[in-house]
């Protein structure tokens, strides 16, 4: 009898969220799991060599990581689904990869209904036939949860790293959490590594001033969660003694936001209708920092996101009515780290002369 020809499944690199991928992959699917490289300048330069040139800068990044997965090992890709121009993208980047001669089984969750039972049933079947159903849920719904314990703790961990009194625990109790996510292969291991850096967190001595400067950060998905897409902004932030807010994250626009419906209703006098897959989320999250009275608000899109381009003109009403600073930033592949500090630094600046006076 032949042997059975196990797969090896790979999903674009994205922020931290691949350890969620992995564990689904290999505990729910019973398949294995090609972890992508860490995205680089040569994961860039890749994508962009190959995509259409007016392309996010998203899709090139993406691309590039597809070929770095492929590079090393891969047989079959997951391209997600999306309500922008990522919906019509995973076609292309098929084509793109099959034209450089690359041989694989590539799923395109744009194909199908994931909100419907039946769809989704046969995408998980397409990885294995054979599946259980209910123990694919129930170990799915175990990384939904690492999801979940990733986005509370990259929350309270860019809310307080800039005050570290220890010089580093923070941020070593934090990529120690990461690397028990990605080694996780049971819910002990997630349940486990969660405690535990909720336990060190805690410990870990803070020199936080009563009234920190607040930084509210909003923006297209994929660049505003990815550190490496937007030059490690947050951590930048944070190094400058700011406290960070992030709304937009896996966790609060996929598995929260639709049971917060009142979100559109908040901003009913803004925006009458749904603008785009993140643009309502960024609006109501800019009013919500600017009645909260935050020191100042930073939007994120990449080149040429039309949903995020129409969020601008709302954020400028914001900025006008409550007096809050907005940071527009925008990113392509030749953005600088040294024109981004320059910027970061001159926000920095103003908000905290602002904060002085007021």
């Not at 527009?328 to 600088?336: E, F, G, K, P, V």
């Amino acid at each position: 009898m032949a042997e059975k020809k196990t797969r090896k499944i790979s999903f674009p690199r994205y922020a931290e969220y691949n350890c969620a991928f992995k564990y689904i992959t290999e505990q729910a699917l019973g398949a294995r799991f090609i972890m992508p490289p860490a995205l680089t300048r040569r994961t860039m330069e890749l994508g962009a060599k190959y995509s259409p040139e007016f392309v996010c800068t998203p899709f090139k990044t993406i691309l590039g990581s597809m070929i770095e997965s492929l590079e090393a090992g891969a047989d079959t890709l997951l391209m997600t689904h999306g309500l922008c121009r990522l919906g019509y993208y995973g076609e292309l980047l098929e084509q793109i990869l099959r034209d450089l001669g690359y041989q694989f089984d590539f799923i395109n969750l744009s194909n199908y209904d994931m909100s419907r039972k039946k769809d989704m049933l046969k995408v998980v079947r397409r990885f294995e036939p054979k599946v259980n159903p209910a123990r694919f849920l129930a170990q799915f719904m175990e990384g939904v949860r690492m999801v979940e314990y990733l986005d509370e703790i990259t929350a309270v961990y860019y809310q307080n790293c800039g005050f570290d009194a220890s010089g580093g625990t923070y941020k070593r109790a934090y990529q120690d959490f990461l690397t028990a996510m990605y080694s996780a292969h049971s819910r002990a291991d997630v349940e486990a590594g969660y405690r535990a850096v909720r336990s060190a967190l805690r410990a870990i001595p803070l020199d936080k001033p009563q009234h920190p400067l607040r930084v509210g950060v909003a923006g297209e998905f994929y660049t505003a969660m990815d550190a490496f897409s937007n030059l490690d902004l947050e951590q930048k932030l944070a190094d400058m003694g700011v406290e960070v807010h992030r709304w937009m994250n896996v966790t609060n626009q996929f598995l929260r936001y639709g049971r917060q419906p009142n979100l559109r209703v908040k901003i009913q006098d803004l925006c009458q209708y749904e603008m785009g897959p993140t643009a309502t989320a960024n609006i109501w999250w800019a009013r919500e920092c600017a009645e909260r009275s935050f020191d100042g608000l930073v939007h994120i899109k990449s080149a040429g996101c039309t949903p995020e381009i129409d969020v601008m003109p709302v954020l400028q009403t914001i900025s006008r009515d409550y007096k809050i600073p907005v940071l527009y930033l925008t990113y392509d592949a030749q953005t600088s780290d040294v024109g981004l500090q320059t910027r970061l630094e001159a926000f920095y600046d103003m908000i905290e002369m602002r904060k002085k006076v007021l």
